[in-house]
């Protein structure tokens, strides 16, 4: 299997985990046979305000490759900015988070709040797509809750800007 120019070894990917893929959990599941690793989730808004500890989430070593750096937020300029770093860490490929249900996330118009307005989901995500040159996939949910089940006409609005690829936890925000 390839993510863009970089082909995968075996079937299985450490899934980003907020709070548990660290550097040492990433390099631990790399040694024991995982394709590939994710960072945890990273705030958009925080790298543009330079924040220290985001910008540290984002950083790969090179027991971490090959790694996807994931990102959230809910401002097409700003994820921009943010997919665009990453793209600087050596990242093979930059993930967007709708799928977060945390209120810390969702409660600010990102993470799987972001189902909610597959208008700026779509913008978002061809916003990242036109700032890197690496593939750009997402992560989200089945909808938001069981009264808006959305994931597959969302996942063709963002095959359509540009996502590389599209991951859906069979389950909704709620």
């Given at each position: 299997m390839n993510i863009g120019n970089t082909e995968l070894k075996g079937y299985c990917a450490l899934a980003p985990m907020a709070g548990v893929t660290d550097r040492a959990f990433r390099e631990l599941c790399l040694s024991y046979g995982a394709s590939c690793v994710y960072t945890e989730m990273v705030s958009a808004k925080g790298l543009t305000m330079h924040d220290r500890k985001s910008g540290l989430l984002m950083t790969l070593t090179e027991g971490e490759r090959p790694?996807?750096?994931?990102?959230?937020?809910?401002?097409?300029?700003?994820?921009?900015?943010?997919?665009?770093?990453?793209?600087?860490?050596?990242?093979?490929?930059?993930?967007?988070?709708?799928?977060c249900p945390a209120p810390k996330v969702a409660g600010?118009?990102?993470?799987?709040?972001?189902?909610?307005?597959?208008?700026?989901?779509?913008?978002?995500?061809?916003?990242?797509?036109?700032?890197?040159?690496?593939?750009?996939?997402?992560?989200?949910?089945?909808?938001?809750?069981?009264?808006?089940?959305?994931?597959?006409?969302?996942?063709?609005?963002?095959?359509?800007?540009?996502?590389?690829?599209?991951?859906?936890?069979?389950?909704?925000?709620k």
């Open positions: 790694g996807i750096v994931q990102i959230f937020g809910c401002e097409p300029e700003s994820m921009a900015l943010a997919a665009k770093k990453a793209e600087e860490t050596g990242c093979i490929a930059v993930d967007i988070n709708m799928g600010h118009g990102g993470g799987s709040a972001l189902m909610k307005d597959p208008d700026l989901a779509a913008r978002v995500t061809e916003a990242c797509v036109k700032a890197v040159s690496i593939p750009v996939t997402v992560k989200m949910r089945s909808g938001w809750d069981e009264n808006s089940i959305n994931a597959p006409g969302l996942a063709a609005m963002l095959e359509s800007a540009g996502a590389a690829a599209i991951t859906v936890h069979g389950r909704t925000r």
